[in-house]
Protein backbone atom coordinates (compact mmCIF):
# COMPACT_ATOMS: atom_id res chain seq x y z
CA UNK A 1 0.00 0.00 0.00
CA UNK A 2 1.12 3.41 -0.98
CA UNK A 3 2.75 5.38 2.36
CA UNK A 4 0.57 8.55 1.69
CA UNK A 5 -2.38 6.16 1.54
CA UNK A 6 -1.66 4.11 4.87
CA UNK A 7 -1.38 7.49 6.71
CA UNK A 8 -4.82 9.18 5.14
CA UNK A 9 -6.71 6.10 5.41
CA UNK A 10 -7.70 6.20 9.26
CA UNK A 11 -8.82 9.77 8.80
CA UNK A 12 -11.59 9.04 6.87
CA UNK A 13 -15.02 7.31 7.07
CA UNK A 14 -15.30 3.85 5.31
CA UNK A 15 -11.70 3.24 4.37
CA UNK A 16 -12.94 -0.22 2.96
CA UNK A 17 -13.81 1.99 0.28
CA UNK A 18 -10.28 2.68 -1.25
CA UNK A 19 -8.28 -0.23 -0.21
CA UNK A 20 -9.09 -3.23 -2.78
CA UNK A 21 -7.89 -6.50 -1.72
CA UNK A 22 -11.13 -8.23 -1.61
CA UNK A 23 -11.88 -11.60 -2.29
CA UNK A 24 -12.07 -12.46 -5.63
CA UNK A 25 -10.63 -9.23 -6.83
CA UNK A 26 -8.05 -9.79 -9.28
CA UNK A 27 -4.16 -8.77 -9.41
CA UNK A 28 -1.64 -8.82 -12.04
CA UNK A 29 1.73 -6.98 -12.33
CA UNK A 30 0.78 -3.86 -14.88
CA UNK A 31 4.18 -4.19 -16.49
CA UNK A 32 3.43 -7.43 -17.42
CA UNK A 33 0.79 -6.25 -20.15
CA UNK A 34 -0.10 -4.45 -22.96
CA UNK A 35 -3.13 -2.88 -22.07
CA UNK A 36 -4.09 -1.27 -19.20
CA UNK A 37 -7.37 -0.34 -18.52
CA UNK A 38 -8.97 1.77 -15.79
CA UNK A 39 -13.21 1.04 -15.41
CA UNK A 40 -14.62 4.02 -13.85
CA UNK A 41 -17.70 4.29 -12.17
CA UNK A 42 -18.34 8.09 -11.66
CA UNK A 43 -20.30 7.54 -7.91
CA UNK A 44 -19.32 6.00 -4.65
CA UNK A 45 -17.84 2.49 -4.19
CA UNK A 46 -20.87 1.40 -2.73
CA UNK A 47 -22.90 2.36 -5.78
CA UNK A 48 -20.74 1.23 -7.94
CA UNK A 49 -20.29 -2.44 -6.52
CA UNK A 50 -23.79 -2.94 -7.08
CA UNK A 51 -23.64 -2.84 -10.63
CA UNK A 52 -23.28 -5.73 -12.91
CA UNK A 53 -22.20 -4.52 -16.01
CA UNK A 54 -18.78 -3.56 -13.89
CA UNK A 55 -18.76 -7.13 -12.82
CA UNK A 56 -19.08 -8.84 -16.18
CA UNK A 57 -16.55 -6.32 -17.75
CA UNK A 58 -13.88 -6.28 -15.22
CA UNK A 59 -13.79 -10.16 -15.14
CA UNK A 60 -13.54 -10.35 -19.14
CA UNK A 61 -11.25 -8.07 -19.33
CA UNK A 62 -8.96 -9.99 -16.68
CA UNK A 63 -9.56 -12.98 -18.74
CA UNK A 64 -7.18 -11.76 -21.12
CA UNK A 65 -3.19 -12.47 -20.43
CA UNK A 66 -2.60 -9.06 -22.15
CA UNK A 67 -4.70 -6.97 -20.50
CA UNK A 68 -5.36 -5.58 -16.79
CA UNK A 69 -8.78 -4.16 -15.64
CA UNK A 70 -8.83 -2.18 -12.17
CA UNK A 71 -11.89 -0.72 -10.52
CA UNK A 72 -11.67 3.25 -10.17
CA UNK A 73 -14.82 4.48 -8.02
CA UNK A 74 -15.38 8.51 -6.89
CA UNK A 75 -14.09 9.23 -3.57
CA UNK A 76 -16.27 11.19 -0.66
CA UNK A 77 -15.34 14.32 0.29
CA UNK A 78 -13.58 13.62 3.15
CA UNK A 79 -11.03 11.41 0.92
CA UNK A 80 -10.76 13.69 -1.58
CA UNK A 81 -10.15 16.11 0.80
CA UNK A 82 -7.14 13.87 2.17
CA UNK A 83 -5.94 13.17 -1.29
CA UNK A 84 -5.51 16.58 -2.31
CA UNK A 85 -3.64 17.59 0.87
CA UNK A 86 -1.03 14.57 0.26
CA UNK A 87 -0.82 14.60 -3.19
CA UNK A 88 -2.47 11.88 -3.83
CA UNK A 89 -3.84 11.14 -7.22
CA UNK A 90 -7.46 8.84 -8.36
CA UNK A 91 -6.11 5.31 -8.55
CA UNK A 92 -6.73 2.26 -9.53
CA UNK A 93 -7.85 -0.14 -6.75
CA UNK A 94 -6.46 -3.35 -7.51
CA UNK A 95 -2.55 -2.05 -8.28
CA UNK A 96 -2.89 1.86 -6.86
CA UNK A 97 -1.64 2.83 -10.21
CA UNK A 98 -2.59 6.51 -10.90
CA UNK A 99 -5.78 7.21 -13.44
CA UNK A 100 -2.84 8.87 -15.68
CA UNK A 101 -0.52 5.60 -15.94
CA UNK A 102 -3.84 3.63 -17.70
CA UNK A 103 -4.05 3.21 -21.27
CA UNK A 104 -7.40 2.93 -21.40
CA UNK A 105 -10.06 5.32 -18.98
CA UNK A 106 -13.62 3.49 -19.20
CA UNK A 107 -16.76 5.05 -17.52
CA UNK A 108 -19.92 3.34 -17.67
CA UNK A 109 -22.76 6.06 -17.97
CA UNK A 110 -25.25 5.07 -15.93
CA UNK A 111 -27.37 8.55 -15.49
CA UNK A 112 -26.97 11.68 -17.07
CA UNK A 113 -26.56 13.75 -13.30
CA UNK A 114 -22.95 11.97 -13.25
CA UNK A 115 -21.91 13.43 -16.35
CA UNK A 116 -19.85 16.31 -13.92
CA UNK A 117 -18.63 13.74 -11.96
CA UNK A 118 -16.71 12.20 -14.89
CA UNK A 119 -15.17 15.01 -15.50
CA UNK A 120 -14.21 15.23 -11.87
CA UNK A 121 -12.39 11.84 -11.79
CA UNK A 122 -10.17 12.61 -15.02
CA UNK A 123 -9.05 15.76 -12.92
CA UNK A 124 -8.38 14.32 -9.70
CA UNK A 125 -6.61 11.61 -11.85
CA UNK A 126 -4.18 13.98 -13.47
CA UNK A 127 -5.53 13.25 -16.69
CA UNK A 128 -6.36 16.35 -19.12
CA UNK A 129 -10.43 16.86 -19.25
CA UNK A 130 -10.74 17.78 -22.72
CA UNK A 131 -10.44 15.66 -25.29
CA UNK A 132 -8.32 17.62 -27.50
CA UNK A 133 -5.83 18.06 -25.25
CA UNK A 134 -4.92 14.31 -24.89
CA UNK A 135 -2.77 14.51 -27.76
CA UNK A 136 -1.03 11.01 -27.18
CA UNK A 137 -2.53 7.40 -27.77
CA UNK A 138 -2.27 7.46 -24.11
CA UNK A 139 -5.35 7.80 -21.52
CA UNK A 140 -7.76 7.38 -23.81
CA UNK A 141 -11.20 8.24 -22.48
CA UNK A 142 -13.93 6.02 -23.60
CA UNK A 143 -17.96 5.21 -22.77
CA UNK A 144 -20.36 3.23 -22.85
CA UNK A 145 -23.97 2.54 -20.95
CA UNK A 146 -27.38 3.61 -21.73
CA UNK A 147 -26.50 7.45 -21.54
CA UNK A 148 -24.21 6.43 -24.62
CA UNK A 149 -27.55 6.39 -26.31
CA UNK A 150 -27.43 10.22 -26.58
CA UNK A 151 -23.80 11.11 -25.61
CA UNK A 152 -23.29 14.81 -27.61
CA UNK A 153 -23.27 16.76 -24.51
CA UNK A 154 -20.16 15.24 -22.95
CA UNK A 155 -18.49 14.55 -26.69
CA UNK A 156 -15.79 17.53 -25.77
CA UNK A 157 -14.37 15.26 -23.22
CA UNK A 158 -14.65 11.34 -24.33
CA UNK A 159 -12.64 9.93 -27.40
CA UNK A 160 -14.98 7.78 -28.33
CA UNK A 161 -18.36 5.73 -27.04
CA UNK A 162 -19.00 2.33 -27.54
CA UNK A 163 -23.09 1.36 -28.52
CA UNK A 164 -25.18 -1.47 -26.80
CA UNK A 165 -24.04 -4.76 -25.14
CA UNK A 166 -20.43 -4.07 -23.82
CA UNK A 167 -18.42 -7.56 -23.96
CA UNK A 168 -17.84 -7.98 -28.09
CA UNK A 169 -17.43 -4.56 -28.75
CA UNK A 170 -14.70 -4.04 -25.91
CA UNK A 171 -12.61 -6.72 -26.78
CA UNK A 172 -12.65 -5.40 -30.36
CA UNK A 173 -11.45 -1.80 -29.33
CA UNK A 174 -8.97 -3.82 -26.65
CA UNK A 175 -7.49 -5.57 -30.01
CA UNK A 176 -7.20 -2.28 -32.03
CA UNK A 177 -5.92 -0.10 -29.30
CA UNK A 178 -2.78 -3.01 -28.42
CA UNK A 179 -2.33 -3.56 -32.49
CA UNK A 180 -1.92 0.43 -32.69
CA UNK A 181 -0.13 1.00 -29.44
CA UNK A 182 2.61 -1.99 -30.10
CA UNK A 183 3.23 -0.26 -33.79
CA UNK A 184 3.59 3.16 -32.48
CA UNK A 185 0.86 4.31 -34.19
CA UNK A 186 -0.51 8.10 -32.96
CA UNK A 187 -4.09 8.73 -31.56
CA UNK A 188 -5.45 10.87 -35.29
CA UNK A 189 -4.34 7.45 -36.88
CA UNK A 190 -6.04 5.10 -34.14
CA UNK A 191 -9.14 7.15 -34.15
CA UNK A 192 -10.06 6.84 -37.64
CA UNK A 193 -9.58 3.22 -37.33
CA UNK A 194 -12.09 3.08 -34.35
CA UNK A 195 -14.75 4.57 -35.82
CA UNK A 196 -15.15 1.81 -38.39
CA UNK A 197 -15.18 -0.57 -35.73
CA UNK A 198 -19.33 -1.33 -35.70
CA UNK A 199 -20.81 -0.30 -32.37
CA UNK A 200 -17.92 2.54 -32.05
CA UNK A 201 -19.33 6.30 -32.06
CA UNK A 202 -15.96 8.72 -32.03
CA UNK A 203 -17.64 12.37 -31.98
CA UNK A 204 -14.71 13.86 -32.95
CA UNK A 205 -15.20 12.36 -36.76
CA UNK A 206 -18.98 14.31 -37.08
CA UNK A 207 -19.57 18.05 -37.48
CA UNK A 208 -22.99 19.44 -35.68
CA UNK A 209 -24.40 22.61 -37.62
CA UNK A 210 -27.36 24.53 -36.50
CA UNK A 211 -30.16 26.74 -37.75
CA UNK A 212 -30.91 30.15 -36.77
CA UNK A 213 -33.72 28.69 -34.38
CA UNK A 214 -31.25 26.86 -32.37
CA UNK A 215 -32.36 23.48 -33.51
CA UNK A 216 -29.72 21.46 -35.47
CA UNK A 217 -29.08 21.58 -39.17
CA UNK A 218 -26.93 18.15 -39.83
CA UNK A 219 -24.75 16.26 -38.39
CA UNK A 220 -21.84 15.50 -41.41
CA UNK A 221 -19.28 12.49 -40.87
CA UNK A 222 -15.93 13.62 -41.77
CA UNK A 223 -12.65 11.13 -42.66
CA UNK A 224 -14.84 8.14 -43.88
CA UNK A 225 -16.95 7.60 -40.73
CA UNK A 226 -19.86 5.92 -41.18
CA UNK A 227 -23.11 8.21 -41.55
CA UNK A 228 -24.75 6.28 -38.56
CA UNK A 229 -23.39 4.00 -36.07
CA UNK A 230 -25.27 1.01 -34.96
CA UNK A 231 -25.65 -0.45 -31.62
CA UNK A 232 -23.72 -4.18 -30.90
CA UNK A 233 -25.81 -6.70 -29.64
CA UNK A 234 -24.88 -9.89 -28.06
CA UNK A 235 -26.90 -12.65 -29.71
CA UNK A 236 -26.84 -15.65 -27.63
CA UNK A 237 -26.82 -14.97 -23.89
CA UNK A 238 -26.25 -18.41 -22.96
CA UNK A 239 -22.16 -18.58 -24.80
CA UNK A 240 -22.36 -15.39 -23.93
CA UNK A 241 -19.16 -14.31 -21.16
CA UNK A 242 -20.75 -14.31 -17.77
CA UNK A 243 -18.73 -14.36 -14.59
CA UNK A 244 -18.51 -16.98 -11.99
CA UNK A 245 -17.26 -14.64 -9.17
CA UNK A 246 -17.56 -11.33 -8.35
CA UNK A 247 -15.29 -9.27 -5.75
CA UNK A 248 -16.93 -9.52 -2.36
CA UNK A 249 -16.62 -6.05 -0.63
CA UNK A 250 -15.60 -5.51 3.13
CA UNK A 251 -17.86 -2.71 3.46
CA UNK A 252 -22.10 -2.84 2.86
CA UNK A 253 -22.86 -1.95 -0.42
CA UNK A 254 -26.48 -0.91 -2.13
CA UNK A 255 -27.24 -3.85 -3.34
CA UNK A 256 -25.14 -6.48 -1.33
CA UNK A 257 -26.06 -9.74 -2.88
CA UNK A 258 -24.92 -12.09 -5.89
CA UNK A 259 -26.69 -11.42 -9.09
CA UNK A 260 -28.02 -13.61 -12.23
CA UNK A 261 -29.14 -11.56 -15.32
CA UNK A 262 -31.94 -13.59 -16.83
CA UNK A 263 -32.65 -11.81 -20.13
CA UNK A 264 -32.19 -8.67 -21.85
CA UNK A 265 -34.87 -6.49 -23.47
CA UNK A 266 -38.49 -5.97 -23.07
CA UNK A 267 -41.85 -7.65 -24.47
CA UNK A 268 -43.77 -4.89 -22.53
CA UNK A 269 -43.20 -1.49 -24.81
CA UNK A 270 -43.93 1.01 -21.60
CA UNK A 271 -43.78 4.17 -23.85
CA UNK A 272 -41.74 6.43 -21.56
CA UNK A 273 -39.16 3.28 -20.81
CA UNK A 274 -35.96 3.68 -22.40
CA UNK A 275 -34.29 0.85 -20.77
CA UNK A 276 -37.54 -1.23 -22.64
CA UNK A 277 -36.63 -0.20 -25.93
CA UNK A 278 -32.45 0.20 -25.56
CA UNK A 279 -31.99 -3.32 -24.73
CA UNK A 280 -34.14 -5.03 -27.39
CA UNK A 281 -34.47 -7.39 -28.66
CA UNK A 282 -35.45 -9.74 -26.81
CA UNK A 283 -32.93 -12.39 -25.65
CA UNK A 284 -33.48 -15.37 -23.06
CA UNK A 285 -30.98 -17.45 -21.13
CA UNK A 286 -31.96 -21.12 -20.59
CA UNK A 287 -32.86 -21.70 -17.28
CA UNK A 288 -30.01 -24.44 -16.98
CA UNK A 289 -27.33 -21.97 -18.00
CA UNK A 290 -29.07 -19.40 -16.08
CA UNK A 291 -29.32 -21.98 -12.68
CA UNK A 292 -25.56 -23.06 -13.12
CA UNK A 293 -24.62 -19.50 -13.22
CA UNK A 294 -26.27 -18.87 -9.95
CA UNK A 295 -25.35 -21.79 -8.45
CA UNK A 296 -21.26 -20.58 -8.97
CA UNK A 297 -21.46 -17.53 -8.09
CA UNK A 298 -23.27 -17.93 -4.65
CA UNK A 299 -20.58 -20.57 -3.71
CA UNK A 300 -18.13 -18.52 -4.69
CA UNK A 301 -18.66 -15.66 -2.74
CA UNK A 302 -21.02 -16.78 0.08
CA UNK A 303 -23.67 -14.53 -0.36
CA UNK A 304 -27.17 -15.84 1.19
CA UNK A 305 -29.17 -13.96 -1.38
CA UNK A 306 -29.37 -14.09 -5.64
CA UNK A 307 -31.20 -11.96 -7.22
CA UNK A 308 -32.42 -12.87 -10.83
CA UNK A 309 -32.80 -10.15 -12.60
CA UNK A 310 -34.02 -8.61 -15.92
CA UNK A 311 -35.89 -5.56 -16.63
CA UNK A 312 -39.32 -7.55 -15.37
CA UNK A 313 -38.25 -10.66 -14.26
CA UNK A 314 -41.84 -12.62 -14.16
CA UNK A 315 -41.71 -12.21 -18.01
CA UNK A 316 -39.14 -14.47 -18.19
CA UNK A 317 -41.10 -17.54 -20.00
CA UNK A 318 -38.82 -20.00 -17.95
CA UNK A 319 -39.39 -18.69 -14.26
CA UNK A 320 -41.38 -21.25 -13.04
CA UNK A 321 -38.55 -24.35 -14.03
CA UNK A 322 -35.72 -21.93 -13.18
CA UNK A 323 -36.98 -21.50 -9.75
CA UNK A 324 -37.80 -25.22 -9.16
CA UNK A 325 -34.51 -25.93 -10.38
CA UNK A 326 -32.76 -23.32 -7.98
CA UNK A 327 -35.38 -24.12 -5.08
CA UNK A 328 -33.59 -27.57 -3.69
CA UNK A 329 -29.97 -26.06 -3.01
CA UNK A 330 -30.54 -22.21 -1.85
CA UNK A 331 -33.39 -24.10 0.77
CA UNK A 332 -30.37 -26.06 1.84
CA UNK A 333 -27.73 -23.24 2.09
CA UNK A 334 -30.37 -20.67 2.96
CA UNK A 335 -30.22 -18.50 0.71
CA UNK A 336 -32.90 -15.94 -0.97
CA UNK A 337 -34.14 -16.00 -3.99
CA UNK A 338 -35.16 -11.92 -4.85
CA UNK A 339 -37.66 -11.17 -8.04
CA UNK A 340 -36.47 -7.71 -8.00
CA UNK A 341 -38.95 -6.54 -11.45
CA UNK A 342 -42.46 -8.21 -10.84
CA UNK A 343 -45.33 -7.41 -13.55
CA UNK A 344 -48.02 -7.26 -11.73
CA UNK A 345 -49.91 -8.76 -14.56
CA UNK A 346 -47.12 -11.46 -14.22
CA UNK A 347 -48.11 -12.75 -10.17
CA UNK A 348 -50.18 -15.46 -10.44
CA UNK A 349 -50.78 -18.21 -7.50
CA UNK A 350 -47.67 -20.54 -9.00
CA UNK A 351 -45.08 -17.54 -8.37
CA UNK A 352 -45.96 -16.56 -5.45
CA UNK A 353 -46.62 -20.54 -3.84
CA UNK A 354 -42.89 -20.55 -5.33
CA UNK A 355 -42.16 -16.84 -3.26
CA UNK A 356 -43.68 -18.29 -0.31
CA UNK A 357 -41.16 -20.58 0.25
CA UNK A 358 -38.78 -17.98 0.45
CA UNK A 359 -37.70 -14.87 2.85
CA UNK A 360 -40.66 -12.83 2.67
CA UNK A 361 -39.67 -8.67 2.14
CA UNK A 362 -42.06 -6.13 0.55
CA UNK A 363 -43.56 -6.60 -2.69
CA UNK A 364 -43.10 -3.53 -5.50
CA UNK A 365 -45.16 -2.96 -8.23
CA UNK A 366 -45.56 -0.24 -11.01
CA UNK A 367 -48.77 0.44 -12.38
CA UNK A 368 -46.75 3.82 -13.52
CA UNK A 369 -50.41 5.66 -13.53
CA UNK A 370 -53.55 5.67 -11.53
CA UNK A 371 -56.01 6.09 -14.02
CA UNK A 372 -57.30 3.21 -17.00
CA UNK A 373 -57.38 6.28 -19.44
CA UNK A 374 -53.39 7.39 -18.91
CA UNK A 375 -52.53 3.38 -18.39
CA UNK A 376 -53.62 3.03 -22.38
CA UNK A 377 -51.68 6.31 -22.80
CA UNK A 378 -48.61 5.06 -21.88
CA UNK A 379 -49.20 1.40 -22.61
CA UNK A 380 -48.87 0.04 -19.73
CA UNK A 381 -51.46 -2.65 -20.49
CA UNK A 382 -52.99 -3.10 -17.07
CA UNK A 383 -56.13 -2.71 -15.98
CA UNK A 384 -57.54 -1.84 -12.23
CA UNK A 385 -58.93 -5.50 -12.01
CA UNK A 386 -55.55 -6.63 -12.61
CA UNK A 387 -54.13 -4.66 -9.94
CA UNK A 388 -56.37 -5.60 -7.15
CA UNK A 389 -56.87 -9.11 -7.89
CA UNK A 390 -52.78 -9.33 -7.56
CA UNK A 391 -52.76 -7.47 -4.48
CA UNK A 392 -55.09 -9.62 -3.08
CA UNK A 393 -53.58 -12.34 -4.10
CA UNK A 394 -50.51 -11.18 -1.99
CA UNK A 395 -52.65 -10.37 1.21
CA UNK A 396 -54.05 -14.01 1.17
CA UNK A 397 -50.30 -15.38 1.24
CA UNK A 398 -49.15 -12.99 4.18
CA UNK A 399 -47.79 -9.80 2.61
CA UNK A 400 -48.16 -6.99 4.41
CA UNK A 401 -45.91 -4.33 2.72
CA UNK A 402 -46.73 -2.92 -0.71
CA UNK A 403 -44.51 -0.23 -2.51
CA UNK A 404 -46.69 0.80 -5.21
CA UNK A 405 -44.55 3.22 -8.02
CA UNK A 406 -46.24 5.80 -10.30
CA UNK A 407 -45.08 8.84 -12.39
CA UNK A 408 -46.22 12.53 -12.38
CA UNK A 409 -45.72 14.50 -15.28
CA UNK A 410 -46.77 11.92 -18.15
CA UNK A 411 -47.67 13.43 -21.43
CA UNK A 412 -51.75 13.82 -22.02
CA UNK A 413 -51.72 13.98 -17.50
CA UNK A 414 -54.61 15.78 -16.42
CA UNK A 415 -54.78 16.70 -12.54
CA UNK A 416 -57.75 13.85 -12.59
CA UNK A 417 -55.12 11.56 -13.58
CA UNK A 418 -53.08 12.37 -10.78
CA UNK A 419 -56.27 12.26 -7.97
CA UNK A 420 -56.59 8.94 -9.63
CA UNK A 421 -53.12 7.66 -7.78
CA UNK A 422 -54.48 8.48 -4.03
CA UNK A 423 -58.20 6.69 -4.78
CA UNK A 424 -56.47 3.41 -6.40
CA UNK A 425 -53.98 3.51 -3.20
CA UNK A 426 -57.26 3.55 -0.89
CA UNK A 427 -58.32 0.60 -3.13
CA UNK A 428 -55.62 -1.04 -2.39
CA UNK A 429 -55.69 -0.42 1.21
CA UNK A 430 -59.50 -1.34 1.31
CA UNK A 431 -58.94 -4.60 -0.78
CA UNK A 432 -56.58 -5.82 2.47
CA UNK A 433 -59.00 -4.57 5.01
CA UNK A 434 -61.77 -6.76 3.25
CA UNK A 435 -59.70 -9.44 2.64
CA UNK A 436 -61.14 -12.07 4.71
CA UNK A 437 -57.57 -14.28 4.53
CA UNK A 438 -54.96 -11.48 5.24
CA UNK A 439 -52.82 -12.14 8.38
CA UNK A 440 -54.33 -11.32 10.91
CA UNK A 441 -53.94 -8.42 13.86
CA UNK A 442 -51.19 -6.95 11.42
CA UNK A 443 -51.47 -3.52 9.55
CA UNK A 444 -50.74 -2.90 6.17
CA UNK A 445 -47.96 -0.42 4.74
CA UNK A 446 -48.74 1.05 0.92
CA UNK A 447 -45.82 3.07 0.35
CA UNK A 448 -46.49 5.51 -2.88
CA UNK A 449 -43.22 6.53 -5.22
CA UNK A 450 -43.82 9.00 -7.35
CA UNK A 451 -41.64 9.90 -10.04
CA UNK A 452 -41.58 12.74 -12.60
CA UNK A 453 -41.33 11.79 -16.36
CA UNK A 454 -38.34 12.28 -18.05
CA UNK A 455 -38.59 12.62 -21.99
CA UNK A 456 -35.48 10.23 -23.02
CA UNK A 457 -33.77 9.00 -26.69
CA UNK A 458 -35.24 5.92 -28.48
CA UNK A 459 -38.67 5.82 -26.53
CA UNK A 460 -42.11 7.12 -28.17
CA UNK A 461 -42.06 10.23 -26.28
CA UNK A 462 -38.46 11.84 -27.16
CA UNK A 463 -40.42 14.77 -28.87
CA UNK A 464 -42.64 15.10 -25.11
CA UNK A 465 -42.11 18.30 -23.58
CA UNK A 466 -41.32 17.59 -19.65
CA UNK A 467 -43.59 19.19 -17.26
CA UNK A 468 -42.06 22.52 -15.52
CA UNK A 469 -40.73 22.72 -12.31
CA UNK A 470 -43.96 24.58 -11.20
CA UNK A 471 -46.01 22.40 -12.98
CA UNK A 472 -44.44 19.19 -11.66
CA UNK A 473 -44.09 21.10 -7.99
CA UNK A 474 -48.23 21.56 -8.21
CA UNK A 475 -49.12 17.61 -9.22
CA UNK A 476 -46.63 16.46 -5.98
CA UNK A 477 -48.90 18.64 -3.92
CA UNK A 478 -52.10 17.74 -5.65
CA UNK A 479 -50.89 14.18 -4.45
CA UNK A 480 -49.56 14.56 -0.99
CA UNK A 481 -53.01 16.46 -0.23
CA UNK A 482 -55.41 13.65 -2.07
CA UNK A 483 -53.24 10.92 0.07
CA UNK A 484 -53.77 13.24 3.24
CA UNK A 485 -55.03 11.44 6.49
CA UNK A 486 -54.94 7.94 4.50
CA UNK A 487 -52.38 5.12 5.18
CA UNK A 488 -50.74 6.08 1.99
CA UNK A 489 -47.13 6.87 2.37
CA UNK A 490 -46.08 9.41 -0.79
CA UNK A 491 -42.76 10.46 -1.73
CA UNK A 492 -41.38 12.26 -4.77
CA UNK A 493 -38.17 13.33 -6.24
CA UNK A 494 -36.60 16.62 -6.37
CA UNK A 495 -37.79 18.13 -9.77
CA UNK A 496 -34.34 20.52 -10.15
CA UNK A 497 -32.67 17.37 -10.97
CA UNK A 498 -35.17 15.96 -12.70
CA UNK A 499 -35.42 19.02 -14.75
CA UNK A 500 -31.84 18.66 -15.74
CA UNK A 501 -31.65 15.21 -16.22
CA UNK A 502 -34.17 15.58 -19.08
CA UNK A 503 -31.91 18.61 -20.59
CA UNK A 504 -28.54 16.19 -20.68
CA UNK A 505 -31.14 13.39 -22.08
CA UNK A 506 -31.69 15.84 -24.77
CA UNK A 507 -28.87 17.50 -25.02
CA UNK A 508 -26.30 18.67 -27.89
CA UNK A 509 -22.61 19.76 -27.73
CA UNK A 510 -23.46 22.78 -26.66
CA UNK A 511 -23.56 21.92 -23.37
CA UNK A 512 -20.13 20.86 -23.43
CA UNK A 513 -19.19 24.07 -22.44
CA UNK A 514 -21.68 24.23 -19.20
CA UNK A 515 -20.67 20.83 -18.10
CA UNK A 516 -16.66 22.16 -18.60
CA UNK A 517 -17.99 25.55 -16.59
CA UNK A 518 -19.82 23.52 -13.81
CA UNK A 519 -16.80 21.16 -13.24
CA UNK A 520 -14.66 24.48 -13.12
CA UNK A 521 -16.56 25.14 -10.00
CA UNK A 522 -16.35 21.86 -8.23
CA UNK A 523 -19.36 20.34 -9.31
CA UNK A 524 -19.46 16.69 -8.57
CA UNK A 525 -22.04 13.78 -7.37
CA UNK A 526 -24.46 15.75 -8.40
CA UNK A 527 -27.28 13.01 -8.14
CA UNK A 528 -26.65 13.08 -4.37
CA UNK A 529 -28.44 16.00 -2.77
CA UNK A 530 -25.19 16.48 -0.56
CA UNK A 531 -23.27 18.05 -3.08
CA UNK A 532 -26.09 19.50 -6.05
CA UNK A 533 -26.67 23.20 -5.91
CA UNK A 534 -29.16 24.19 -8.97
CA UNK A 535 -28.86 28.07 -8.42
CA UNK A 536 -24.88 27.10 -9.47
CA UNK A 537 -26.23 24.97 -12.67
CA UNK A 538 -29.10 27.82 -13.36
CA UNK A 539 -26.51 30.20 -13.42
CA UNK A 540 -23.80 28.29 -15.47
CA UNK A 541 -26.49 27.93 -17.93
CA UNK A 542 -26.95 31.39 -18.05
CA UNK A 543 -23.26 32.65 -18.30
CA UNK A 544 -23.07 30.49 -21.76
CA UNK A 545 -26.46 31.81 -23.13
CA UNK A 546 -27.65 28.76 -23.05
CA UNK A 547 -31.56 28.49 -21.99
CA UNK A 548 -32.07 24.75 -20.49
CA UNK A 549 -35.69 25.09 -20.82
CA UNK A 550 -35.10 24.61 -25.02
CA UNK A 551 -33.91 21.33 -24.01
CA UNK A 552 -36.37 20.14 -21.24
CA UNK A 553 -39.59 21.65 -22.04
CA UNK A 554 -39.96 21.87 -25.73
CA UNK A 555 -41.87 20.05 -27.63
CA UNK A 556 -40.18 18.40 -30.98
CA UNK A 557 -41.33 17.73 -34.44
CA UNK A 558 -41.24 14.90 -35.44
CA UNK A 559 -39.47 16.27 -38.95
CA UNK A 560 -36.57 17.92 -36.34
CA UNK A 561 -32.64 16.39 -36.18
CA UNK A 562 -32.30 15.16 -33.08
CA UNK A 563 -28.73 15.12 -31.83
CA UNK A 564 -28.69 11.23 -31.60
CA UNK A 565 -30.54 10.40 -34.88
CA UNK A 566 -26.58 9.76 -36.26
CA UNK A 567 -27.09 6.64 -33.99
CA UNK A 568 -28.98 3.50 -34.16
CA UNK A 569 -30.17 1.64 -31.09
CA UNK A 570 -32.30 -0.70 -33.44
CA UNK A 571 -35.56 0.95 -32.89
CA UNK A 572 -37.12 2.18 -36.43
CA UNK A 573 -38.29 6.01 -35.51
CA UNK A 574 -41.44 5.51 -37.85
CA UNK A 575 -42.47 3.08 -35.00
CA UNK A 576 -41.71 5.23 -32.53
CA UNK A 577 -44.14 8.17 -34.25
CA UNK A 578 -46.98 5.36 -34.81
CA UNK A 579 -46.21 4.53 -30.78
CA UNK A 580 -46.68 8.50 -29.78
CA UNK A 581 -49.33 9.07 -32.37
CA UNK A 582 -51.02 6.18 -30.36
CA UNK A 583 -50.56 7.23 -26.94
CA UNK A 584 -52.21 10.74 -27.85
CA UNK A 585 -55.66 8.72 -28.58
CA UNK A 586 -54.88 6.22 -25.41
CA UNK A 587 -54.21 3.37 -27.46
CA UNK A 588 -52.72 0.05 -26.56
CA UNK A 589 -50.09 -2.11 -28.65
CA UNK A 590 -50.66 -5.36 -27.31
CA UNK A 591 -46.72 -6.82 -25.95
CA UNK A 592 -44.32 -8.69 -27.84
CA UNK A 593 -44.79 -12.26 -27.34
CA UNK A 594 -48.96 -11.21 -28.41
CA UNK A 595 -48.29 -9.68 -31.94
CA UNK A 596 -44.67 -8.12 -32.86
CA UNK A 597 -44.79 -4.54 -33.40
CA UNK A 598 -42.50 -4.30 -35.92
CA UNK A 599 -40.01 -1.78 -34.23
CA UNK A 600 -36.93 -3.28 -35.93
CA UNK A 601 -34.34 -4.15 -33.24
CA UNK A 602 -34.53 -7.97 -34.52
CA UNK A 603 -32.31 -6.71 -37.41
CA UNK A 604 -29.38 -6.32 -35.19
CA UNK A 605 -29.89 -10.20 -34.10
CA UNK A 606 -29.64 -12.17 -37.24
CA UNK A 607 -33.83 -11.40 -37.74
CA UNK A 608 -34.34 -13.13 -34.50
CA UNK A 609 -36.15 -12.30 -31.50
CA UNK A 610 -37.02 -14.59 -28.32
CA UNK A 611 -40.35 -13.20 -28.35
CA UNK A 612 -41.78 -13.83 -31.39
CA UNK A 613 -40.11 -17.79 -30.36
Known amino acids: MDAALERILPLVQKPGRYIGGELNSVTKDP ?42 FTPWVDMEEQMREHGLPLYGLESGTPLYDFDIIGFTLQYEMSFTTCLHMLEL ?29 IADFFDLF ?28 FLDAAAQVPGIYVPSRYEVTYKDDGTIDAVTPLRGAPATVVKRVVRDLDTAFYPDKFPVPYIEIVHDRAVEELYRGCIRGCRFCQAGFLYRPIREKSPEVAEQQARRICESTGYDEVSLISLSTSDYTNIQPLLNAMTGWTEEAKINIALPSLRIDSFDEELVEKLNLIRKSGLTFAPEAGSQRLRDAINKNLTEEEILDTVNLAFRYGWTTVKLYFMLGLPTETMEDVDAIAELGKKVISAYYSNPDRPKGRGLTVNVSASSFVPKPFTP ?59 KKGCRLDAWQDFFDNDVWLATFAECGIDPEFYANRRRPYDEVLPWDHLDCGIRKEFLIREAERAKESKTTPHCRIQCAACGADRLNGGDCHARR
Open 31 to 72: ASVDLHFAFCFPDTYEIGMSHLGIKILYYLINQREDAFCERV
Open 125 to 153: GGVPVLARERQELKNLVVGGGPCACNPEP
Open 162 to 189: MLGDGEEVMMDLLDLYKEYKLRGAGKEE
Open 461 to 519: FQWEPQDTREQLAEKQARLRDAAYKTKLHVSSHKTDTIFLEAVLARGDRRLGEVLYRLH
